[in-house]
């Protein structure tokens, strides 16, 4: 099998040669290629090379279009820091919706006018005309609690979750309505999956992402399957709270990170949702020894077999030694889930 029949097989469930392989990589990948990551970030030639290159070294099953959380706001007129090998970064003192009236003025963006947006859709189109067909494209959107963040200032919405949930509405239904719009355009350019980015919702505790959370982040990932692509549904932090609502909102893959736990997430969620992660990305990735690393995963993949694919709890760190990069391969290639 190749990467793609390998994860379009455990996405249909059905057999597979080994476990797939599919860490989040991008300044890890950038600097793999020797390309500083403002140009990685906002030159779409460059990702798809840097991409392509780590893929290859390292065996990954699939190329990512992801490269920092700020392309859609970027295009509704958000400020936006950038660096020379750093990610981009929201100018928060200066969000777009400081005054959350501005909201009634923005408009849907059209993700092809847009010049960060559009740069991630030239991406998956190289990615489509290079390697489709081989490896799975990754897509990726922002999910509503982050790109709300994102607009409003991470401690302004998790205040009007108290102050003014009828604004969060209005604001998170605009913000499914871009994100489709976005994520209908990666899938037409060539993508299989979109990753969807909700790592705020991690912040603000069971109820409100319940309540406020949970029916927004199901209609976009409805949305995205009407469209005929897969969902992997990545949130950061201590998720242990939330499993329970996290399998019920129909990503076809959930990104654990390292907090949470594999075996309370397979106990939550069931047998059927397949789980990617979690061993820490740092403490163990980064700063362990490939016998560790392999250990770990085992740990893992014990907790969530068979339907399991190989990663780090979030990105692969920049600095992350090759031969534990190749560990992480390794132990892929050596565990088959039906066996």
């Known amino acids: 099998m190749n990467g793609y029949e390998r994860m379009k097989a455990m996405l249909e469930g059905r057999p597979v040669d080994r476990l797939p392989f599919t860490p989040i990589t991008m300044m890890f990948a950038a600097d793999q290629r020797g390309i500083p990551y403002g140009e990685y970030a906002t030159d779409y030639r460059k990702l798809v090379d840097a991409q392509l290159y780590t893929a290859e070294k390292f065996g990954f099953d699939s190329v990512m279009s992801i490269s920092d959380p700020a392309r859609e706001a970027a295009d509704l007129g958000a400020a936006v820091c950038f660096f020379p090998n750093q990610p981009p970064a929201l100018d928060e003192s200066h969000s777009l919706l400081l005054d959350k009236k501005k909201l009634l003025e923005l408009k849907v963006p059209d993700p092809w006018s847009g010049r960060r947006m559009r740069d991630r859709l030239e991406a998956i189109r190289l990615f489509r005309e290079k390697v489709g067909g081989q490896l799975f494209v990754e897509g990726w959107v922002e999910g509503p609690m982050a790109e709300s963040a994102d607009l409003r200032g991470i401690n302004r919405i998790m205040t009007d979750l108290y102050d003014d949930p009828a604004f969060v509405r209005d604001l998170f239904e605009f913000v499914v309505e871009m994100e489709t719009r976005f994520a209908y355009a990666q899938i037409e350019a060539g993508a299989n999956l979109i990753g969807i980015g909700d790592s705020a919702a991690s912040l603000i505790g069971p109820r409100f992402y319940r309540e406020f959370v949970v029916p927004y982040e199901k209609r976009l990932i409805d949305n995205i399957h009407q469209k005929g692509a897969w969902v992997r549904l990545h949130i950061c932090g201590r998720t242990g709270p939330i499993l329970a609502d996290m399998g019920q909102v129909g990503a076809d893959i959930i990104d654990l990170d390292f907090p949470a736990s594999m075996a309370e997430a ?74």
């Open 266 to 339: 397979r106990q939550k969620m069931g047998p059927r949702q397949i789980l990617c992660g979690n061993i820490d990305p740092v403490r163990v990735l980064r700063d362990g020894t490939p016998e560790q690393i392999k250990a770990e995963l085992e740990h893992c993949y014990q907790a969530a077999a068979p339907h399991y694919i190989v990663a780090a709890g979030c990105e692969v760190p920049r600095d992350t030694p090759e031969a534990n990069m190749k560990a992480m391969l390794e132990f892929a290639r050596t565990h088959r889930p039906y066996e």
